[in-house]
């Protein structure tokens, strides 16, 4: 990709936004850079509260900031101006009817997971200065096949259908869209990255290269429709979850220099067989494991790479090494945290991944690294300060209560398991042919009409200032009030649901009554109303007045300053983004009422160590605990 060709697809963009503009489509308008649906910190855009489907982000933008687009389901497309450098964590996670997009040669650092979950995307143009790459930045893209990237990019590398570091040592990602059903691996890569094989639609066999010596953690977790991996006698180790939470994996060829295996690794892989001779760790490792050990291989013995449209093998003579790149290299082995210069290398497991970015699945805290029994006591210096943490010997000093597992899931994996289990339950009630009450989790496409209000039913409706939802009404669409002008709103009984942004940037709504049958809602509903920011800018109180607790114990705000937060009993979701950046708390105490956990709750916690409770926690979306000392890992069941 050249200067003129950014230019070209600028033009088109352009002729795009102008059609769209004459023709007042759903969604049409574009954005200036006076529009108050931006949201900035100085020259970074922190949030787009607006829901036009072509948006131009104003030329003061220099970085667009973490989520800054996150959950924006209109978003079409974007042009994104010279002015911005940086693309920040998920800032465009789940939009996913973005198509296209296109990183002018003015950026230098793309976050992890800056598109994760753009389903649309199909279209993705890298210009020749980006040279810190986030962990999976395309997680979750699945039409994604290709990117485009300037032949200029001394700090990238694509080849058929996957993204490198320059000189194509390490494997940043597989493209979930990848044609063809065999991957070889080139034999110049030497590490992977965490979910560098997530999701994929159409890859079957994987071969890796003779220089992998260890296969990383998450490395090879949840990888779609693969089915056979063959590892090469050069790898030693293979870690934490690396084959986890494979649906479809068949068989995994592991050699005889594999000397250690995570108790781990293919957790979640119940379909797995490991070929291995006898008497080797693999071998040992699946009959301790009750995992199916053979010994003939029974993968296609053709592994010749089929993507479509073959590329040569690119030169990497000449190619620089990125000057940010941090390796990732062993396991923390001692419990104190130095701090160093940004540009020595981290000697902790992923603290940072190659590019330099930090990788919070990766990153392991002292505070997570298990002690002997007689261990009383650690010392952690950070940011220049030692603290010491004390073994009370009277129960938990950090992490989770003993026992406390949960399904740890995206929100789309969550809600077709929960439609999935409604359907056995009102089958199960039909044929039992009782009157027994049962909770469905409605499906809009098979609701009429008169259920459902649809999305963006009133969107941008200033002189809508009063509306009187029908009592058979159950579900409420996204953005389907989004900035009107109303000014109060009663959801009746019978509402179950309201999806993502529904109310958002109603800034005179100050009156909302909400019925406690409602159950679900989503990121953003109430976000910029007059009622939602008159609570949260209220006097924090003592007692309970500090937790927003709406409809069927939906937890949709908090407004406290505790360093030890106590969620009210009767709590049975805590919504999105609710304790988002407070820093303040230490820990939190979860009753036993909490069955879910919703995305990014606690993030950004950053001194949040434990919780306390748990008992009846079931459900935690990724993402709830980014930016904490808490894992994910820590949840997952087994």
Same mark, same amino acid.
């Given at each position: 990709?050249?200067?003129?060709?950014?230019?070209?697809?600028?033009?088109?963009?352009?002729?795009?936004?102008?059609?769209?503009?004459?023709?007042?489509?759903?969604?049409?308008?574009?954005?200036?850079?006076?529009?108050?649906?931006?949201?900035?910190?100085?020259?970074?855009?922190?949030?787009?509260?607006?829901?036009?489907?072509?948006?131009?982000?104003?030329?003061?933008?220099?970085?667009?900031?973490?989520?800054?687009?996150?959950?924006?389901?209109?978003?079409?497309?974007?042009?994104?101006?010279?002015?911005?450098?940086?693309?920040?964590?998920?800032?465009?996670?789940?939009?996913?009817?973005?198509?296209?997009?296109?990183?002018?040669?003015?950026?230098?650092?793309?976050?992890?997971?800056?598109?994760?979950?753009?389903?649309?995307?199909?279209?993705?143009?890298?210009?020749?200065?980006?040279?810190?790459?986030?962990?999976?930045?395309?997680?979750?893209?699945?039409?994604?096949?290709?990117?485009?990237?300037?032949?200029?990019?001394?700090?990238?590398?694509?080849?058929?259908?996957?993204?490198?570091?320059?000189?194509?040592?390490?494997?940043?990602?597989?493209?979930?869209?990848?044609?063809?059903?065999?991957?070889?691996?080139?034999?110049?890569?030497?590490?992977?990255?965490?979910?560098?094989?997530?999701?994929?639609?159409?890859?079957?066999?994987?071969?890796?290269?003779?220089?992998?010596?260890?296969?990383?953690?998450?490395?090879?977790?949840?990888?779609?429709?693969?089915?056979?991996?063959?590892?090469?006698?050069?790898?030693?180790?293979?870690?934490?979850?690396?084959?986890?939470?494979?649906?479809?994996?068949?068989?995994?060829?592991?050699?005889?220099?594999?000397?250690?295996?995570?108790?781990?690794?293919?957790?979640?892989?119940?379909?797995?067989?490991?070929?291995?001779?006898?008497?080797?760790?693999?071998?040992?490792?699946?009959?301790?494991?009750?995992?199916?050990?053979?010994?003939?291989?029974?993968?296609?013995?053709?592994?010749?790479?089929?993507?479509?449209?073959?590329?040569?093998?690119?030169?990497?003579?000449?190619?620089?090494?990125?000057?940010?790149?941090?390796?990732?290299?062993?396991?923390?082995?001692?419990?104190?945290?130095?701090?160093?210069?940004?540009?020595?290398?981290?000697?902790?497991?992923?603290?940072?991944?190659?590019?330099?970015?930090?990788?919070?699945?990766?990153?392991?805290?002292?505070?997570?690294?298990?002690?002997?029994?007689?261990?009383?006591?650690?010392?952690?210096?950070?940011?220049?300060?030692?603290?010491?943490?004390?073994?009370?010997?009277?129960?938990?000093?950090?992490?989770?209560?003993?026992?406390?597992?949960?399904?740890?899931?995206?929100?789309?994996?969550?809600?077709?398991?929960?439609?999935?289990?409604?359907?056995?339950?009102?089958?199960?009630?039909?044929?039992?042919?009782?009157?027994?009450?049962?909770?469905?989790?409605?499906?809009?496409?098979?609701?009429?009409?008169?259920?459902?209000?649809?999305?963006?039913?009133?969107?941008?409706?200033?002189?809508?200032?009063?509306?009187?939802?029908?009592?058979? %009404?159950?579900?409420? #669409?996204? !953005?389907?009030?989004?900035?009107?002008?109303?000014?109060? @709103?009663? +959801? &009746? =009984? $019978? *509402?179950?649901?309201?999806?993502?942004?529904?109310?958002?940037?109603?800034?005179?709504?100050?009156?909302?009554?909400?019925?406690?049958?409602?159950?679900?809602?989503?990121?953003?509903?109430?976000?910029?109303?007059?009622?939602?920011?008159?609570?949260?800018?209220?006097?924090?109180?003592?007692?309970?007045?500090?937790?927003? %607790?709406?409809?069927? #114990?939906? !937890?949709?705000?908090?407004?406290?300053?505790?360093?030890? @937060?106590? +969620? &009210? =009993? $009767? *709590?049975?979701?805590?919504?999105?983004?609710?304790?988002?950046?407070?820093?303040?708390?230490?820990?939190?105490?979860?009753?036993?009422?909490?069955?879910?956990?919703?995305?990014?709750?606690?993030?950004?916690?950053?001194?949040?160590?434990?919780?306390?409770?748990?008992?009846?926690?079931?459900?935690?979306?990724?993402?709830?605990?980014?930016?904490?000392?808490?894992?994910?890992?820590?949840?997952?069941?087994?």
């Amino acid at each position: 990709m050249k200067n003129r060709l950014i230019a070209l697809a600028g033009v088109i963009m352009l002729g795009v936004l102008a059609f769209v503009g004459v023709a007042f489509g759903i969604g049409g308008g574009v954005d200036a850079a006076g529009d108050d649906a931006f949201r900035m910190n100085g020259t970074t855009l922190t949030s787009y509260l607006g829901t036009d489907a072509y948006v131009s982000i104003p030329d003061t933008v220099t970085v667009i900031g973490e989520e800054a687009f996150a959950g924006n389901e209109t978003l079409k497309g974007v042009t994104i101006p010279d002015s911005v450098t940086t693309i920040s964590y998920n800032a465009f996670k789940d939009c996913t009817a973005l198509t296209g997009i296109i990183l002018s040669d003015r950026i230098t650092k793309v976050g992890p997971g800056a598109f994760e979950g753009c389903t649309a995307l199909t279209s993705a143009e890298i210009g020749k200065n980006v040279s810190a790459w986030g962990t999976g930045v395309f997680t979750n893209c699945d039409s994604l096949a290709k990117v485009m990237l300037d032949e200029d990019n001394s700090y990238l590398t694509y080849y058929n259908g996957a993204i490198y570091n320059g000189t194509m040592t390490m494997l940043y990602q597989v493209l979930p869209a990848r044609k063809g059903e065999n991957y070889v691996m080139p034999e110049t890569v030497e590490e992977m990255d965490t979910y560098a094989f997530w999701n994929l639609q159409n890859v079957k066999n994987v071969k890796l290269s003779e220089q992998m010596e260890r296969i990383p953690k998450y490395s090879m977790t949840n990888m779609g429709s693969v089915e056979n991996v063959s590892l090469p006698s050069s790898v030693q180790s293979i870690q934490e979850r690396a084959f986890a939470n494979n649906e479809k994996l068949v068989q995994v060829a592991v050699p005889a220099s594999v000397r250690e295996i995570d108790k781990t690794a293919f957790s979640g892989s119940s379909n797995v067989k490991i070929f291995t001779t006898k008497g080797t760790t693999a071998d040992t490792f699946g009959v301790e494991r009750n995992i199916e050990v053979i010994y003939s291989a029974e993968y296609p013995t053709d592994f010749l790479d089929s993507n479509e449209d073959l590329e040569e093998l690119p030169d990497i003579s000449g190619t620089e090494e990125n000057d940010t790149s941090v390796t990732n290299s062993t396991t923390i082995t001692t419990v104190i945290e130095i701090e160093t210069d940004a540009d020595e290398e981290s000697e902790t497991d992923g603290s940072k991944n190659e590019s330099g970015f930090e990788s919070a699945e990766n990153y392991i805290h002292p505070l997570d690294v298990p002690e002997k029994d007689d261990v009383i006591g650690k010392t952690v210096i950070s940011t220049g300060r030692a603290v010491m943490l004390m073994n009370n010997h009277d129960g938990q000093v950090y992490g989770l209560p003993d026992g406390v597992k949960a399904d740890v899931t995206t929100e789309s994996e969550a809600a077709k398991k929960e439609a999935s289990e409604s359907e056995a339950q009102e089958s199960e009630k039909e044929a039992s042919n009782t009157t027994t009450d049962v909770n469905i989790s409605y499906d809009e496409s098979n609701l009429s009409s008169e259920e459902y209000i649809p999305q963006r039913k009133f969107y941008k409706q200033k002189s809508l200032t009063n509306y009187e939802i029908d009592e058979t %009404i159950k579900s409420i #669409g996204r !953005l389907a009030f989004a900035e009107s002008g109303l000014r109060s @709103v009663n +959801i &009746p =009984e $019978g *509402v179950t649901k309201i999806e993502y942004g529904a109310f958002m940037s109603c800034t005179n709504l100050g009156t909302v009554t909400i019925a406690d049958t409602v159950e679900s809602i989503g990121t953003k509903a109430f976000e910029g109303t007059k009622w939602l920011n008159e609570w949260k800018n209220g006097k924090p109180a003592d007692g309970g007045d500090d937790f927003l %607790i709406v409809g069927d #114990g939906f !937890l949709l705000a908090y407004r406290g300053n505790s360093e030890h @937060v106590q +969620i &009210p =009993e $009767g *709590v049975k979701q805590i919504g999105s983004e609710v304790f988002k950046g407070h820093s303040e708390i230490l820990d939190a105490d979860v009753p036993d009422s909490v069955t879910r956990i919703n995305a990014e709750a606690f993030r950004n916690c950053s001194s949040l160590t434990g919780l306390t409770g748990c008992e009846g926690l079931d459900t935690v979306i990724r993402g709830a605990f980014y930016g904490t000392q808490l894992s994910e890992s820590n949840f997952t069941k087994e």
